[in-house]
């Protein structure tokens, strides 16, 4: 065979896993962009080409993560397809050495590697740039009012708590809230403020930064906590003003950039600056701070050279590891792939924040992982050269199967094993679920990758040492909220990827001759697909909300924020089922004691504080709230004064049940997808009483109709992905199984992102929202199935 011929050869067998590992990978990291697009262009109104942009500027960052990855894969599965085949040797036969089969991979990688470097020195600097511009104008663009939920308590304004019944857009007006209530207090708690409005608008001021609150037709309470003094003043239009916040400041009114956005040779420059101001500085505070950028300058100047070096690293060793392969294919290679991504990411990641932190100097955390899969591909070129006798464990692994096919002769399958499960089901399932587990594998991995990298930029600059407890608790808890996204798309990929195997074999050829058509063919997978739903409707009930709500915490501990039940205030708040406000700074679930309560009854009608109630504690005994040691007013409708009187005891008519300020609920009180935080169960109940409140409740329907449709979503892509695999059934057809099963996914995240965010916006039914996509699923699998020959 011609030299020449045989690079293309090989080439070939690289190009398509390396094309489809590259689009792969990259479509997994950008599935949370893709949601992020739908619910800030329909649910907050930002222009498409702000989003579209912001997502596209960071694409090189994603490419520069997922080259290493893509040649690893390709070299891994192609190689090793052509090992597992006895390719390799019948052209080491020929007079073609490994080193000589290896020069147009390598060569791939070379030009795979220099591609990386430009992107790494040059794309990415500039998609930072452009990002950091992107998002100041989609915070200049931004519309407050739609960031503030109906029904759910909203804290981002200083040192005040905001909360709407309801939301309706009107006429040249924009969005307007409803039956608003605002507390604020002064930072030294010294005033405090209790302000009602029957409707009200949210002005962001593109210019300052500034936000105006455009209060109609309320009142406001003004009164001194522990020193007596109460006022009420009613209005027919009252404004309230605030600063800028943080995020504002940041991206808009700063205009320095940091080492992430220097292109080129500018980032030695800016090296060279800080060592300089480092050098130069007199004080104690000043000379730590130019460290610190400039530890982070230089860390980031090798990591630019680090991550694109890898993909050179990786395919080095990776030929000779899939040349000594001569079992499995390409699942041993996907394998492969999957276990040497863990190690090295783990090795960077590690690396990465103990240079951050400053324990290792910059240059070894890129650069260790570099280094050991250098050295481990010296290593493994070095006893590929050299025959030698196979580990006992890998001559026992080759008898097995020889044992398997020493049975009597009688052809074909055996009518069943048990309850009808015969042994083509067991074949195809297995097949099924290793490409199942091993797609969801990576799919974990490359989203911990995500989860780590967001974890480490969240990481407050005040803290002096590295959090490494709270960044691995919300690495690991958050991983099993992804599964809702992941398990559909490795349940899809597993079944187009093994059927697409058995069809490269020719066996979807045998089986129809058989008289097995297509249909029986699914039938296992879809059942195997079936049980690991369960098994994730399971988690999802149980599992998934606990670690929802834990790695939230962990996210904000991170950061340095309290907790996001406490309000900036330290209080935290709920509405009651009676459609009472309560405040309260604690409760204590054993003795069912709310600690420091303060209960707010609201006229929705007039606008009009009914009663208010402040105490030390109340305590739920005997089917009744008994409040000690506070104040009570009443306050009547005719403008009278109002009726005020202290206690020592005082039993409330209040009929709130005690669970409702159980530890569950009270953690949900202020995020924004509570539904992610809660079991069905816990939603269920939690919509049943804001909608008995007569709070809108469109986003928590759409959420409990999400939990009933999410563990569905695995079958039914496999019931649409399976018959395009199996129709025909030939062996050029089998090729673009992976490719399939990108599209699908795209497509049906794309209108899964879109149909529900128009739920949410109230656009689209509740029902019709989250229920359409997998209807479509459902009709276009079947319809496919049944015409399938």
Not at 584 to 591: E, S
Not at 662 to 678: F, H, P, S, V
Request: charged share 20%; aromatic share 8%.
């Amino acid at each position: 065979m011609p030299r020449a011929r045989v690079d293309r050869y090989v080439l070939k067998e690289f190009g398509a896993p390396f094309a489809f590992g590259l689009a792969g990978f990259t479509f997994v990291l950008l599935i949370n962009y893709l949601f992020l697009l739908a619910r800030q262009t329909i649910e907050k109104r930002v222009p498409v080409r702000l989003v579209l942009g912001f997502v596209l500027a960071k694409l090189p960052y994603l490419l520069i993560l997922t080259l290493p990855m893509a040649v690893l894969l390709a070299t891994l599965v192609g190689i090793g397809r052509m090992a597992s085949q006895h390719e390799v040797v019948a052209l080491q036969a020929a007079g073609i050495a490994p080193a000589r089969l290896a020069r147009p991979l390598l060569g791939a990688a070379v030009v795979a590697t220099a591609a990386s470097l430009l992107t790494a020195h040059f794309l990415v600097p500039l998609g930072n740039v452009h990002a950091r511009s992107l998002a100041a104008e989609v915070v200049r663009s931004r519309d407050l009012s739609r960031e503030i939920d109906p029904g759910v308590f909203y804290n981002r304004l200083p040192g005040t708590v905001l909360y709407a019944r309801s939301a309706a857009d009107a006429p040249g007006q924009g969005r307007v809230l409803e039956g608003i209530l605002l507390h604020q207090e002064a930072p030294d708690r010294s005033v405090a403020s209790l302000v009602v409005a029957a409707r009200g608008r949210a002005v962001f001021d593109r210019e300052t930064g500034r936000v105006s609150l455009l209060l109609d037709d309320g009142e406001r309470h003004l009164w001194q906590p522990g020193r007596g003094g109460y006022s009420v003043i009613r209005f027919s239009r009252f404004t309230m003003t605030f600063p800028p916040d943080a995020a504002f400041q940041a991206l808009v009114g700063s205009r320095r950039r940091d080492h992430r956005d220097a292109v080129g040779a500018a980032l030695p420059a800016l090296i060279r600056k800080y060592a300089k101001e480092a050098a130069e500085a007199r004080s104690a505070g000043r000379r730590l701070a130019a460290r610190v950028r400039l530890r982070k300058a230089r860390l980031e100047w090798h990591r630019r050279w680090a991550l694109p070096v890898a993909v050179l690293a990786l395919a080095l060793a990776a030929f000779p590891l899939a040349v000594r392969s001569r079992r499995g294919g390409r699942f041993v290679g996907l394998s492969q792939a999957l276990s040497i991504i863990f190690l090295f990411w783990l090795v960077l990641n590690v690396g990465l924040g103990l240079s951050e932190q400053g324990t290792w100097p910059p240059w070894l955390g890129p650069w260790l992982p570099d280094g050991l899969v250098g050295l481990w591909a010296v290593v493994l070129w070095l006893r590929l050269g050299h025959r030698r006798r196979l580990p006992f464990a890998t001559r026992l692994a080759g008898l097995l199967p020889r044992f398997g096919r020493r049975r009597p002769a009688g052809g074909g399958f055996r009518p069943e094993r048990w309850a009808g499960f015969t042994r083509l089901d067991a074949y195809l399932t297995a097949g099924h679920l290793r490409y199942l587990a091993a797609g969801l594998a990576v799919l974990l991995l490359l989203t911990s990758v995500l989860e780590f990298k967001e974890g480490f930029e969240a990481i407050s600059p005040d803290r002096r040492d590295l959090p490494w407890g709270d960044l691995l608790a919300y690495v690991g808890l958050a991983l099993p909220g992804r599964l809702r996204f992941l398990l559909p798309i490795a349940a899809l990929f597993a079944a187009m990827v093994s059927l697409a195997v058995i069809a490269q074999a020719g066996e979807i050829v045998a089986l129809k001759a058989s008289g097995i058509g297509p249909p029986r063919i699914a039938a296992p997978l879809l059942l195997a697909t079936l049980a690991v739903s369960a098994v994730y409707a399971l988690t999802q009930e149980t599992l998934v909300p606990a670690a929802a709500r834990e790695s939230q915490r962990a996210l904000e501990r991170l950061r340095g924020r309290p907790s996001t039940d406490d309000i900036q205030t330290g209080r935290r708040w709920l509405v009651g089922e009676d459609g009472a406000l309560w405040s309260m700074l604690g409760w204590d679930g054993r003795r069912k004691t709310i600690l420091a309560p303060s209960v707010t009854l609201v006229d929705p009608a007039t606008a009009r504080i009914v009663e208010r109630i402040e105490a030390r504690q109340a305590r739920f005994v005997d089917g009744t709230w008994r409040f000690t040691r506070g104040w009570r007013r009443v306050f009547r409708p005719d403008a009278a004064p109002p009726r005020y009187e202290t206690f020592d005891t005082y039993a409330s008519p209040l009929s709130e049940p005690p669970e409702t300020f159980g530890e569950t609920r009270r953690r949900l009180l202020l995020g924004r997808r509570l539904a992610d935080q809660m079991s069905f169960a816990e939603l269920r109940a939690h919509l049943q009483r804001v909608a008995r409140s007569g709070y809108d409740a469109t986003p928590l329907r759409v959420g409990l109709y999400e939990k009933l449709a999410q563990p569905l979503l695995p079958v039914l892509l496999v019931l649409l992905g399976a018959p395009l695999m199996l129709s025909g059934g030939t062996r050029h057809r089998s090729r673009y199984g992976f490719g399939l099963a990108l599209l699908i996914t795209f497509a049906f995240w794309s209108l899964w992102a879109v149909t529900t965010s128009f739920g949410r916006e109230g656009a689209l039914a509740p029902e019709l929202a989250v229920w359409l996509p997998p209807a479509l699923l459902a009709a276009g699998g079947t319809a496919l199935l049944a015409r399938a020959r």
